[in-house]
């Protein structure tokens, strides 16, 4: 895949879940198109890890661990931020997880409200202190990572599927309410992406693995930097125009 490149020179980029997948790949797209990078996960090594690579290829980064479903470890992330970098301008909230998979009458109520805490609150949280220092560097932008699960129902997984269209409600809703202040709002909509999240969904359903390459039109699985690349462009100049809309990045498949 060729690269994109971006000029994010000096500007600042906070990023949820960036231990792995595709919060990883999109941290380190960032710090390569000149941005300082505040880079969160609860995983501490798999982030210090991101964090030499970047200080060794010549980025700036810095890691501070945030749960993003309790709201004083997420207010403290963007203070940490603003303390270490002076500003925000950009975001891509990005941390989820899967949860159980069940059909809808024999799920959990520890499982929704587990899911729904970070993936959805998580959102909201990150948000609700991003966009005051995003109105204070004069606007911004913020990439939520939804799914194809927001667009689309899914069997088994309906805490996920629940929660992922909660993330492009919340994503249009804050478009609405900050476009005047040059604040734009998008989520991205990933398909089948080889991340570990994907990895344990294959492992344990047999057959998975086949069912989504038949399944997704262009016949292959997703790789990270396919939807880095798309957070990067939405963030950057180029997309400028582009506000409260909620991007498949899926091979075709919300298209069928
Ligand atoms: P991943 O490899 O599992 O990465 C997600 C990261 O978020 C992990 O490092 C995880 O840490 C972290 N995280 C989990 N709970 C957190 C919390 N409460 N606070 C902060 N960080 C937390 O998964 P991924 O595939 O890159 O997923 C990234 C995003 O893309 C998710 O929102 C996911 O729903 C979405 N997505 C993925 C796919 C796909 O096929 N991969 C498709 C559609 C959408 P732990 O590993 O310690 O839990």
């Known amino acids: 895949m060729g690269s994109i490149s971006f000029d994010f020179d000096r ?15 999109t941290a380190m797209k960032f710090a390569e198109n000149g941005a300082r990078v505040m880079i969160s996960d609860l995983k501490k090594d798999s982030c210090e890890k991101l964090l030499s690579r970047i200080n060794d290829s010549g980025g700036e980064a810095i890691f501070f661990p945030c749960d993003v479903s309790d709201s004083g470890q997420v207010e403290a992330l963007v203070a940490q931020t603003i303390a270490k970098f002076g500003q925000l301008d ?13 059909m809808t009458a024999l799920s959990s109520e520890d499982n929704f ?29 913020i990439v939520n990572v939804s799914s194809i699960a927001g667009l689309i129902g899914f069997p088994g997984l309906a805490a996920y599927v629940a929660s992922k269209h909660a993330v492009a409600g919340l994503s249009k809703t804050a478009a609405l309410e900050y476009a005047e202040s040059n604040i734009r709002v998008n989520a991205v909509c990933p398909g089948p992406i080889m991340t570990p999240m994907l990895k344990r ?13 038949a399944g997704v039109p262009q016949h292959r699985i997703g790789s990270p930097a396919d939807v ?19 991007l498949a990045v899926d091979g075709g498949w919300v298209a069928q």
């Open 11 to 25: 500007k600042v980029a906070l990023i949820t879940g960036a231990g792995s997948g595709i919060g990883e790949e």
């Open 90 to 102: 950009m975001a891509c909230n990005n941390a989820g997880i899967e949860g159980e998979q069940g």
């Open 113 to 141: 409200n587990r899911v729904t805490a970070i993936n959805t609150k998580g959102v909201w949280l990150c948000m609700k202190y991003e966009i005051p220092q995003l109105l204070k560097s004069g606007g911004g932008a």
């Open 201 to 213: 969904l294959m492992e344990t359903t047999p057959g998975f693995r086949e069912q989504i390459i």
């Open 228 to 246: 880095a690349n798309t957070i990067l462009y939405l963030c950057a100049e180029q997309a400028s125009y582009i506000n409260g809309q909620c």
